[in-house]
């Protein structure tokens, strides 16, 4: 996987060192030699990733990790940093900064190699999601999008993986006092043994099971549908760089070194848990404004856009089931002196109490939806005209037969409803001519007395009211 890949450090050699490395590996590199500089960078060219230096004149790399990461047009962006400080509160301060990683120097190749890409992995994913929510919000008219740092830690669950008790004691230890809740799993029948494993925010991983392979259950939880997306933060011991890269190929989004650092431990767990719901944030998002862009406002059936293009795909050439569809087409009689008489909001909860009717009334695998105005549509898979006519009689019986109670008035209000219904054959084979044969049987029920169904037969021949 290539990427656009920004180097940031005071000493030209430096950059020109990692920018090497990484040219080697066919990543595209930018690069900048001070703070200012690389900020102007990653607001004009949005980087994949950025290695930024820590110890630079002017202003440091914790300085411009914090700007960065404050500015929500770039905050996605992961930054590792790369210093020559290698003590636990050096790292804890970069975490804390914002940082996604760290690493010492000098850096060496296959672990470097492995974070650039296991990050791009993630903002790859990020991205789209960003991008789905973007184009969710300008169908929905949703509102903005909520950056990262707000995110909530509260009662977060983490499950960890180890079967040395001492090491899991210490490890609970250090996690119990900000952390909502952590379970064991010691794997002693060499598996996962918890349950519900969807649950977890977090899932800690040793590789150094005594009874289990740590890579292996990784792949598990990886490969999973419940935890697909779950991060995984594994414990590895230092300069076991074999099996780091490994884990980070199988998908694993962070680690901790032994001897584990407390704080280290901690600030890697509020990142990945951070990063986790708001990945989950974004998916929830997503879903809610697509509901939004394809569902109707006032009745929450489905709406135009969504029926036409529902239709194409029944109507499309690798579709076979359209030969036995039914259409209903639905009309409220005299709907426009409900709206004058009551207002439009009594007009409104009349078609959300009309729709309701319709939905009870219909199999889970017909489709309804607000066709515009006071019109309905009700699309009938695997339906022959006898069931498509008994199913708009009762229909229009369930509206007919119950006043609709509206707060415009004190008393319940009379509604009936036209109904005109097409079937697939052999001269009615297409979206078009479906619409247009039960537009034609609506004109004939409306123009026959309304409050009654019109198809190949007109089933009733009562007077509305």
């Known amino acids: 996987m290539t990427a656009r890949v920004l180097v940031v450090d005071d000493v030209l050699h430096n950059v020109k060192l990692l920018e090497a490395k990484l040219r080697s590996e066919y990543f595209d590199v930018l690069t900048a030699m001070n703070g200012m500089d690389a900020l102007e960078i990653v607001e004009q060219e949005k980087p994949d990733i950025v290695l930024l230096d820590v110890m630079m004149p002017g202003m ?175 414990i590895v011991d230092d300069g076991d760089h074999e099996t780091l890269i490994q884990a980070m190929e199988l998908g694993v989004t962070d680690y901790v070194n032994r001897p584990i650092d407390g704080n280290e431990l901690v600030a890697r767990v509020k990142s990945q848990i951070r990063h986790k719901r708001y990945a989950d944030y974004l998916r929830g998002k997503m879903q809610q404004n697509m509901q939004m862009a394809v569902t109707d406002a006032v009745t929450n059936l489905y709406n135009r856009h969504f029926l036409d293009t529902h239709l194409e795909n029944v109507f499309s050439p690798a579709n076979e089931k359209q030969a036995n569809l039914s259409m209903l087409m639905l009309d409220i009689d005299h709907f426009k002196k409900v709206n004058d008489t009551y207002g439009h909001t009594s007009g409104d909860e009349v078609l959300e109490e009309f729709s309701k009717r319709i939905t009870s009334n219909i199999r889970s695998i017909d489709l309804a939806a607000r066709y515009g105005g006071e019109e309905f549509i009700v699309v009938m898979p695997e339906t022959d005209s006898d069931f498509a006519l008994f199913i708009a009689e009762r229909l229009r019986k369930t509206i007919c037969d119950e006043p609709f109670v509206i707060s415009g008035s004190e008393k319940p209000i009379d509604v009936t409803v036209s109904i005109g219904v097409s079937i697939v054959s052999e001269g009615c084979e297409t979206k078009e001519k479906l619409f247009a044969q039960a537009d034609k049987a609506l004109y004939r029920a409306k123009e026959t007395g309304r409050n009654r169904v019109c198809g190949i037969t007109c089933l009733n021949d009562e007077k509305a009211s």
């Open 60 to 234: 440091d790399g914790f300085e411009v990790c914090r700007r960065i990461k404050s500015n929500p047009t770039v905050a996605h962006i992961p930054i590792i940093m790369v210093t020559a400080l290698d003590q636990p509160k050096d790292r804890v301060m970069g975490l804390e900064a914002g940082a996604d990683d760290f690493l010492t120097k000098p850096i060496q190749d296959l672990p470097l190699f492995a974070r650039v890409r296991s990050l791009v992995r993630l903002k790859v994913l990020m991205d789209e999601l960003r991008i789905r929510n973007s184009t969710g919000q300008a169908f929905s008219g949703g509102g903005e999008v909520q950056n990262i740092s707000s995110i909530s830690l509260n009662g977060a669950d983490v499950l960890l993986i180890e079967d040395y008790d001492r090491v899991a004691s210490r490890i609970i230890g250090y996690l119990e006092d900000t952390i909502g809740s952590i379970d064991l799993d010691n794997v002693k029948d060499g598996k996962i043994s918890t349950g519900e494993l969807g649950k977890y925010d977090l899932f800690i991983v040793s590789l150094s099971l005594r009874e289990a392979d740590g890579l292996r259950l990784c792949s598990s939880i990886r490969s999973s549908e419940a935890t697909r997306h779950t991060p995984i933060l594994v």
